[in-house]
């Protein structure tokens, strides 16, 4: 008698669409048509011609270099730091690596620090200088929740490890401004719920928009999402009885997506510099996330479904 079902999350189009984004996706004759429910943005994004793609990419990765920088050496002077710990931050990152990001609550289902299950085999990950890896952390703890400070804290502590200074960082006082530098300059948004306690899930809407992918826990909105070609699943192949055996099996899946499939395919490159196979893999992550998880299909299943459908 009383139906309960479910509207999957969208992200407002607009709002998370670089400026670049909106450009270049108008230059190629893509639709970034929004304002009805049946709008479908990005719908044609693989007729896009990777080699500007590539290109943009290139250009937003550069800017959110800048971006980590400057906030960087913004929070070293709060802290009191000196001449070493700016120049530092002024050579923190590289325009040219494959830069992962990571930027949402700290709670602790959300396993912020699952990627530091085993700090020497990510620090191969990241220290190839033949293929740089980079990522990027930002988020805030419930200041009641002990357990997500800690995550915080865990990730600044191994920030400042040798092996990861200037490869692996934290942006304090994550807002919306951080938020838009991430989404639209990541290569690659991570997510590492603890499953099924993901209940949507947004962030990773809007990398898309500007030619990212995704590599995701299988939870959350990312199943309906997710067809094998439009970013990573990652998969431990079981489910265990341990939230600690769980952890190291997801890690495992993790590291081993990264060494095997990510990394080497962002770095596979063609004569004119252009990794075709990552191109194809972005262009139809743009596809077929854009014309779906979007507010105006989100706004138009509540109309219909939750408020309409009351009176028929």
Not at 63 to 72: D, P, W, Y
Not at 288 to 300: A, C, L, S
């Amino acid at each position: 008698e009383v139906p309960i079902g479910s509207i999957t999350n969208g992200v407002h189009v607009p709002t998370w669409m670089h400026p670049l984004a909106e450009r270049f996706w108008r230059s190629q004759k893509v639709s970034v048509s929004c304002g009805s429910p049946t709008s479908r943005p990005l719908a044609d994004a693989e007729k896009a011609d990777p080699r500007g793609l590539w290109d943009l990419r290139n250009r937003l990765r550069g800017e959110l270099v800048r971006f980590v920088r400057h906030r960087l050496a913004q929070q070293d002077c709060c802290r009191g730091g000196g001449h070493d710990e700016l120049r530092e931050a002024a050579e923190a990152l590289s325009e040219d690596a494959l830069t992962i990001g990571f930027a949402r609550r700290f709670a602790t289902y959300k396993r912020a620090i699952l990627l530091f299950s085993d700090l020497g085999r990510l620090a191969r990950i990241v220290g190839d200088p033949k293929r740089p890896v980079q990522i990027v952390f930002s988020g805030k703890a419930h200041p009641r929740d002990l357990g997500g400070q800690a995550f915080a804290q865990k990730v600044f502590q191994t920030t400042r490890r040798p092996e990861f200074r200037g490869r692996i960082v934290l942006l304090e006082e994550y807002d919306m401004a951080i938020g838009r530098a991430l989404v639209s300059g990541c290569d690659v948004w991570l997510n590492t719920p603890l499953r099924p306690h993901e209940a949507s899930g947004t962030s990773g809407m809007k990398g898309p928009l500007n030619g990212g992918v995704n590599c995701s826990i299988s939870d959350g909105w990312w199943p309906e999402a997710a067809d094998g070609r439009n970013g990573w699943t990652i998969d431990a192949g079981r489910t265990c009885r341990t939230q600690a055996a769980q952890d190291r099996a997801d890690a495992e899946a993790l590291y081993t997506l990264l060494e095997e499939e990510i990394v080497p395919e962002f770095f596979t490159r063609g004569r004119d510099g252009v990794p075709r196979r990552w191109t194809r893999r972005s262009l139809h992550s743009a596809a077929t996330v854009g014309p779906v998880f979007n507010t105006d299909r989100m706004v138009g299943e509540y109309l219909d479904e939750a408020y309409l459908s009351v009176g028929r």
